[in-house]
């Protein structure tokens, strides 16, 4: 066991010292592969690390030495990751690269808590630097073009977040408070945490990431006094701001959030947030992964298989990996046995693709790449446009240029209007229904329902005061096709906290906000040079006094001079 352990312990040093010189050159194919193999070897030799303790006492061998292995690790890989996180910041204007995203994906998942020794989360976070790198990077997605950088960028924005989070929460308790406090105190962190803000009510969301940004934008308000401290903050800070102009009052309610409420459905309240919910159908899978059921949740970035009660899907599918072959009725013969499904939806996939963004491992790539069928429970006009919205949104500017067809046999369908009410989500579904998401049939039965849970003093509220409701910005062509996501706790999660929040509004013209930026700028360079100014007239006066002294000094000199 000593010589496996020996042999390990060469091999995670190795892998650190790879990593951080491959970060150090800019060779991010090389990076990932060191952080992969990183994680493997960190966290094998972290099952073992109770088992050479024992060794060690029975040896008589000093097992300290051997557990410092781990730090001598972590310290090396830390610097390549603190290079990464800034080189793909930097890249935001242009999308960064696949190969440095997916090498932000598997360093940031290597350096996950949970692989290194108690304390290293205490390590990585009181860096200089990495609380705004963090954040910076995660707040990518919502700063590039939808669809820029592909896939692969919304990975990384996805592991950031999440790295960022788990360090919070692993972190001592003193580091956490001072962490978190700095989320809405410090001035250079207002950038990022505005841009968490702005994706968490987009139109573009990604379940996953805004159920993150929810709670690093909890995490930091939860740290701010609540009465006049919380109101003063929430009127000056960007972030906050967009939060108050999706609903007065917001900020308040993400504060009194318990840790439970977070934790039992952050996802489903993330989505609450946004201005244009995922769209969610019943489907059933024929072809590859034939005879799978569950719920296909349809974003702008990718379409999520879930499994029936499962949180996480089993197969992602972006928009730059599939091209949409047939979207039909489903046809008597097709349906014996599936009456609740009408309509078929036949897509092919880049596998070589798949595997390159990680989607898909190679033992899941079916051998002859079959087409995958998806049989859907909408209708052929509500799952067309759900195709359209999203395929036109998630084609945008590919790295690799893999676009998907464009749907031509079906005639074009006039736009929705725009939703003028705040989505409102009703009473959580029955256990049966997978992952939460509502069908058609349980949309109609609850929309005579009141609203229920801590959403609930929200949505009356609103009832109260409908005309103060803006008008949606931004004409959402999909179908008004209501969700909510009923997320169960994670096995192993540790215990986050927000809670329901109400319903939104649309977020602030982008041209207006820019403008109002830029009158606040103005007014700000107008006070810093009429500082200046005065300042200068402190100094010139200050110095006419000087030498009006040294005047008076040499005349009396002169005098006792001509006395003497």
Known sequence: MSDVWMDNQQAILFAANAFRDACAEGRWADARCA??????????????????????????????????????????????????????????????????????????????????????????????????LLLRAAATVSRTMPGMGGFATLRACRAAAELLTELLEASAPDLRLSSEAALLRD???????????????????????????????WRGLRRVAPGAALSSLAS?????????????????????????QLLADARG???????????????????WYDGQMGTAVFSSHCIGLHQEGELEPYLELPWECCQLHDLRLMQAHEGLGFENFQVVAVLS????????????????????SPALELLLDGSLEEVQETFNHCM???????????????????????????????????????????????????IREQKSREPVGPLAPLVEELDEFPEK?????????????????????????????????????????????????ASRLAREVANVQKQFRESKAAVDARGDEATALLDDIAKAG????RVD
């Open 35 to 132: 952080a992969v193999s990183l994680k493997f070897s960190a966290a094998h030799a972290s099952e073992d690390s109770d088992g050479i303790m024992d060794l060690g006492r029975q040896e008589g061998t000093d097992s300290a030495k051997r557990s410092d292995v781990l730090w001598f690790a972590a310290s090396s890989a830390r610097s390549g990751l603190l290079k990464m996180l800034a080189a793909f910041s930097a890249r935001v204007a242009r999308g960064p690269s696949q190969e440095l995203a997916l090498a932000a994906v598997a360093a940031c998942t290597a350096m996950l808590p949970e692989v290194w020794p108690a304390g290293a989360a205490d390590d990585l976070l009181s860096m200089s630097g990495v609380l705004s």
């Open 187 to 217: 001035s250079t962190l207002a950038a990022p945490m505005q841009c968490l803000s702005e994706a968490l009510l987009s139109v573009h969301p990604d379940p996953r990431l805004n159920e993150a940004f929810l709670e690093l934008l």
């Open 236 to 260: 000056a800070h960007p972030a906050l701001v967009c939060l108050e102009e999706c609903q007065a009052g917001l900020c308040s309610k993400l504060r009194s959030l318990s840790p439970d």
């Open 269 to 287: 309240l993330a989505l609450e947030l946004c201005a244009s919910p995922p769209v969610a159908f019943t489907f059933m899978s024929k072809g």
């Open 349 to 368: 996939m880049d596998h070589v693709q798949l595997l390159q963004l990680g989607c898909m491992s190679e033992g899941e790539v079916p051998p002859s």
């Open 392 to 442: 036109s949104v998630g084609r945008v500017s590919f790295v690799t240029g893999f676009a998907p067809r464009a749907l031509e046999e079906t005639s074009p369908i006039a736009p929705a209007k725009c939703r003028e009410d705040p989505i409102l989500v009703q009473e959580s579904p029955k256990a049966s229904t997978p992952l939460g998401f509502k069908t058609r049939a349980k």
């Open 469 to 517: 409701l803006p008008i949606a910005k931004k004409l959402d062509t999909r179908p008004q096709r209501a969700i909510a996501v009923k997320t169960a706790a994670k096995p192993g999660k540790r215990n986050t906290d927000a809670k329901r929040t109400e319903p939104p509004r649309p977020p602030q013209d982008a041209v207006q906000r820019v403008l109002e930026e």
């Open 558 to 561: 002169i005098k006792r001079n």
